[in-house]
């Protein structure tokens, strides 16, 4: 079993930037493909950004494509959202998610249901 927990959610003004970071609790996390998912009051948990288990293949929302950026460190057992030029749009709680499948070839990677590690969530608030 691995567990993730993301951080650095918080309060910003539109314009401004976020780090999330979510750490992983083993270290066979490194073989893990990694995604960064959304979900805003009332509405179903969406896709914001994937990463494979060496970092070399990155797939992102058409809604934050330019913005934000997915990366890991495998030494640290750690994947990162970069999140620049915010808007209040943006607001929601972020989830990190891990696929437990050394094989997993990256298909559907937009679909929540193919993940089946998730963190507990941090909240993302941008003002106006």
């Known amino acids: 079993q691995v567990q993730l927990v993301e951080s650095g959610g918080g309060l910003v003004q539109a314009g401004g930037s976020l780090r999330l970071s979510c750490a992983a609790s083993?270290?066979?996390?490194?073989?893990?493909?990694m995604g960064w998912f959304r979900q805003a009051p009332g509405k179903e948990r969406r896709f914001v950004a994937h990463?494979?288990?060496?970092?070399?293949?990155?797939y992102y929302a058409d809604s934050v494509k330019g913005r934000f950026t997915i990366s890991r460190d495998n030494a640290k057992n750690t994947v990162y959202l970069q999140m620049n030029s915010l808007k209040p749009e943006d607001t929601a709680v972020y989830y990190c998610?891990?696929?437990?499948?050394?094989?997993?070839?990256?298909?559907?990677?937009?679909?929540?249901?193919?993940?089946?590690?998730w963190g507990q969530g941090t909240q993302v608030t941008v003002s106006s």
């Open positions: 998610a891990g696929r437990g499948d050394p094989k997993y070839s990256g298909s559907y990677y937009s679909l929540p249901q193919s993940y089946n590690y």
């Open positions: 083993r270290r066979t996390f490194t073989s893990y493909a």
């Open positions: 990463i494979n288990w060496s970092g070399g293949i990155t």
